[in-house]
């Protein structure tokens, strides 16, 4: 709320000629927006500005260098730039197209059927979609381990053979965890259409004489197509970001994509070549910003929800003996996307090295707990999701509130730069944030600071903090905060006795989500900590990296029940809050 | 005590002008009303005294002192402008009991905690919601809400009070009594008043002088009486429900009189006008309310009596009303349930003829303002 104060004092400074536009509030003119569209271009524009500058250079963040286009050509010349992205779009579009119609089965047994199970889909689907991509790529690793991992160790003892059923570290496993996680994307993004379908059409199908299939192919699927086609590019998207999963667990079979490349690029080469990396990454942005664009052209930048007509209840279709086949499918999903993972990330961290047989015991937490650079990152993680989350909301909540209350043009450019991290994939944006922050004088001393990686994880959750608040703040009807100001409240008054309190409920959840994204993001961290300050994800990578999986895992439980003690501690305060304020939503 | 003066007022969004050029001066104590069709500017007026909007010209001052000068770029927020509102969707803090609402504007004048809690508990008695201090301000009724309201916006004695459509979302009994409690309030403080209105009724029952305002400009202003008797346009004749509207021609002019003839017809009428500003041969247009048309059946032969067939009727319990073919214009007439007796069950049946009488001093000679106005959006109906 930097600029709070434009209005209040207005007419005592104003003199004939100083002559300058008034205003009601601080953002509603186009010079009340500039600081903060000055800030929005520093954090969200410059990254991508020195990334571009950065694959023309010839050193590294920081050092001397002449315009090159070595980089450039050497890069876009080199065979296996090509294979990863080959490699990008198969994995991209296989689990796309896995995740997706995955979603809509699930999507159709809740929506319409009496499928047993099905209502449990939908709060594992928020779970999933909730957990770091970290949990998935290291407790897959240990599950599909050829060795000693749980299914493999199981189909030995079921079958008696000596051969491994599964292998995680292969083009299969890579597919299947990220399909995983995409398919329940894709789900929550669907089932608000599939929820708004107007019935009263598909009756009529039936009323004409198609059958209930017919009917599902013929009109649900067409009115959909929409949804589903922006729904599709989406997760498309998200598929090319891929990072952690990828790092884990293609990296050992020597399947690169386009983020690990960038990653190994700079990670494993003596000396690294930064110029490289970016040139590459450069290529993933076009490629991403060119979806994101076809995206919102083909949904009108409807946000997925408005498909049909009013929404009434009908009978579910009973479907008969198909829906024990339905409850399997389902309860094959729970399985594989958190029952065992979790399971198996329990277990391993319980054991003193993973595949140690039978024997469980604390120690790996014990070891953990009480040495000192574990504690340190445990402490940095919890100070980067909880303060980093609330600077990150604080600045969404400025951004939206900017945005609605703004009426000139320039609130559309302040939107598009909110988006803009959305487009960059982790470790590009990491990269950028890299060329920004080094090349700047005072920045530089920060490089490699826990503060420093806080910073770049706000630039990187922006998008979805912004959403999160969004819906929030445009239902506040002007009238409330118009009867503040009349009331004699200056502006910032407003905000901190209407506005805030208001939106309460929606900023502590907010803030909950995006601690979460935050806390287990691994690409930021990867390219801008340093050894002596990682946060959690870095270090699980690390121990995991050195083989140390039992105390990977036993790290990453540590963080998840502290995670889970402050989703207690929000829903608690949560709860007392909209019992307080349980009756806004009577108000017309 | 404090007036309100706005002089060139006008407010742009874009392109698009929402108030062309108002000036309008308020005497203190004064409850004025802003009359007009939807989309005419009133809202934007009004938000420009609040200081909720920037007006793009003109000035406005509050008592003596100005609050708004685009020329010298002079502008005063609402926090700092004295004025209390009440908005047409309540606008209750949802978060706040109703006492807290009333009392938010004392905390913030930094009044003490317990002078503030005896005001507040003072407007709420008067607002008969002395009891209800204590509960959530969303749990109450629409009406009561809107009592809150009231007494939140007056709670610190503003000088000038501006009520955007508060009645609007009640209904029309409810609306009776808080109209009351309204202007007695007013009364009551001494507070000068601004209410926005579309309802013509409310307006002339509640305010000392109406505004009447058609496309972001001040069409006509005057006390109800003259608006409601004597309207000076067309536009303004329709919207204080003049049923008919006519376009008529000056055959002659007597003293204090005119001669008019019907266009299309051959019928002459007589009224009354002593403003000389019409000769023969003037193309005009003639109010008058269907109430003062009295339908007789036979052959008068009398001056100042049209003759015609009927239409249509429609019996609306206590009147009825008369839609009569005259020459080939339609003229609505009323027939009071007193004079129900006069006529045989068929003597208003369609195609029958009937005279229409309209006494002269009740007819309001117009500017022939361009088309026949808003009439023409209704349908001809009765
Ligand atoms: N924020 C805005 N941006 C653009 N145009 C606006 C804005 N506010 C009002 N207008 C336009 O200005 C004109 C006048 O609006 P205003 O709200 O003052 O009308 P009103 O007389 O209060 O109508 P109503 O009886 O419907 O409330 C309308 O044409 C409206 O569309
Ligand atoms: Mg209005």
Not at chain 1, 288 to 305: N, P, S
Not at chain 1, 423 to 439: K, Q
Not at chain 1, 456 to 485: G, K, M, Y
Not at chain 2, 354 to 361: F, K, N, P, R, T
Request: charged fraction near 15%; proline fraction near 6%.
């Amino acid at each position: 709320m930097s600029d709070i104060e434009t209005g209040g004092d207005v007419a005592t400074t104003a003199k004939p000629r100083t002559a300058r536009m008034p205003s009601t509030g601080p953002f509603t003119t186009a010079r009340g927006l500039l600081p903060l569209i000055v800030i929005s271009l520093f954090l969200f524009a410059l990254p991508i500005v020195m990334l571009v500058v950065g694959a023309f250079r010839n050193a590294a963040p920081g050092a001397p260098a002449q315009w090159s286009f070595e980089a450039f050509v050497r890069t876009y010349t080199d065979p296996a730039s090509y294979t990863t992205l080959g490699n990008s779009v198969i994995l991209a579009g296989s689990s796309t197209a896995i995740g997706v119609v995955v979603a809509l089965v699930l999507a159709f047994l809740v929506t319409r059927t009496t499928t047993p199970l099905r209502r449990l889909v939908t709060p594992a689907m928020v779970l999933v979609v909730a957990l770091p991509p970290l949990f998935y790529a290291i407790s897959w690793g240990m599950l599909g381990n050829p060795t000693i991992g749980l299914i493999n160790t199981v189909w030995k003892q079921l079958s008696g053979s000596g051969d491994a059923l599964f292998d995680v570290n292969s083009w299969a496993g890579l597919i299947l965890v990220v399909s995983l996680k995409n398919a329940a994307f894709a789900y929550l993004l669907i089932i608000g259409p599939f929820r708004a379908l107007d019935r009263s059409l598909e009756e009529a199908a039936q009323v004409a004489g198609a059958g209930r299939l017919r009917t599902i192919l013929g009109i649900d699927l067409v009115m959909l197509a929409p949804a589903i086609t922006g729904v599709t590019i989406l997760t498309f998207v998200i598929g090319l970001e891929a990072f952690d999963v990828p790092l884990f667990l293609g990296t050992p079979a020597g399947i690169d994509v386009f983020s690990t490349q960038i990653y190994s690029l700079i990670a494993s080469r003596s000396p690294a070549d930064y110029g490289g990396a970016s040139a590459i990454s450069l290529l993933l942005v076009v490629v991403v910003i060119a979806l994101v664009l076809l995206q919102w052209r083909i949904l009108g930048r409807r946000r997925f929800t408005t498909v049909g007509g009013k929404s009434y209840r009908t009978e579910p279709w009973n479907i008969g003996p198909w829906r024990w086949v339905g409850a399997v499918f389902i309860g094959i999903y729970l399985l594989v996307a958190i029952v065992a993972p979790l399971f198996q990330l329990v277990l391993g961290s319980l054991q003193p090295y993973f595949g140690a047989g039978t024997v469980y015991s604390l120690a790996n937490y014990q070891k953990l707990l009480t040495n000192h650079t574990t504690v340190t990152a445990l402490q940095s993680t919890f100070f980067v999701g909880l303060v980093g989350g609330l600077v990150a909301m604080v600045l969404a909540l400025t951004l939206v509130y900017a945005i609605t209350h703004n009426e000139t043009r320039l609130r559309r450019l302040l939107d598009m730069l909110t988006w803009l991290p959305y487009a960059v994939p982790g470790v590009v944006l990491s990269l950028g944030l890299a060329w920004t922050y080094v090349s700047l004088p005072g920045f530089r001393q920060l490089y490699g600071s826990v503060f420093l990686v806080a910073l770049a994880l706000v630039v990187a959750v922006t998008p979805i903090a912004t959403r999160a608040i969004q819906p929030a703040v445009i239902q506040i009807n002007r009238e409330l905060e118009e009867a503040s100001r009349v009331s004699g409240a200056k502006p910032g008054r407003m905000v901190l006795g209407i506005v805030l309190p208001l939106i309460m409920p929606s900023f502590l959840s907010g803030w909950f989500v995006v601690a979460i994204v935050m806390s287990g993001n691994l690409a930021i961290p990867i390219l801008l900590s340093s050894s002596t300050s990682p946060t959690v994800p870095l270090l699980v990578y690390q121990l995991y990296g050195q083989g140390q999986t039992s105390q990977a895992a036993a790290l990453f439980v540590i963080m998840l029940v502290g995670l889970l003690f402050g989703l207690a501690v929000v829903a608690v305060i949560g709860r007392i809050l909209s019992r307080r304020f349980g009756r806004t939503r009577t108000n017309r | 005590m404090s007036g309100v003066r706005i002089a060139g007022l006008r407010k742009e969004y874009g392109s698009a002008v929402a108030v062309q050029d108002i000036d309008l001066d308020i005497a203190p104590g004064e409850f004025v009303a802003l009359l007009g069709p939807s989309g005419c500017g009133k809202t934007t007026t009004l938000r420009c005294l609040a200081g909720l909007e920037v007006p793009t010209r003109g000035e406005i001052s509050i008592g003596e002192k100005p609050v708004f000068s685009a020329e010298k770029s002079l502008f005063v927020p609402p926090e700092k402008r004295k004025i209390g509102m009440v908005f047409q969707s309540y606008a209750l803090w949802p978060h706040m009991t109703v006492g807290a609402n009333v009392g938010y504007p004392l905390k913030l004048a930094k009044v003490d905690k317990k002078t503030a809690a005896g005001q507040v508990q003072d407007l709420l008695q008067r607002v008969h919601l002395g009891d209800r201090t204590s509960q959530m301000a969303v749990a109450l009724s629409g009406g009561q809400q809107q009592r809150v309201a009231l007494a939140r916006a007056m709670v610190n004695r503003p000088a000038v009070m501006l009520f955007d459509e508060p009645l609007s979302n009640l209904d029309a009994k409810l609306r009776l009594s808080m109209r009351a409690q309204i202007r007695e309030l007013h009364d009551e403080f001494g507070t000068t008043s601004v209410y926005v209105t579309h309802d013509q009724e409310e307006a002339i029952a509640l305010a000392d002088r109406v505004v009447v305002m058609n496309a972001g400009l001040i069409e006509q202003l005057g006390t109800p009486t003259q608006l409601y008797t004597r309207p000076a346009s067309a536009f303004v004749a329709d919207f204080m429900g003049f049923q008919n509207v006519l376009p008529a021609r000056v055959e002659s002019v007597l003293p204090g009189e005119l001669v008019v003839s019907l266009t299309g017809t051959p019928s002459l009428l007589r009224l009354h006008d002593d403003s000389g500003r019409w000769g023969p041969g003037d193309e005009i247009a003639i109010a008058f309310r269907s109430g003062h048309v009295r339908v007789r059946i036979g052959d008068s032969t009398s001056p100042g009596v049209l003759r015609g067939r009927v239409r249509r009727t429609s019996y609306l319990g206590s009147s009825q009303r008369v839609l009569v073919d005259v020459g080939g214009v339609a003229i609505r007439a009323q027939v009071d349930e007193g004079e129900f007796a006069l006529f045989g069950p068929d003597d208003l049946a369609p195609g029958r003829e009937v005279d229409l009488e309209i006494s002269a001093d009740t007819i309001v000679p117009l500017a022939a303002a361009g088309a026949p106005v808003a009439a023409s959006t209704a349908p001809v109906g009765v």
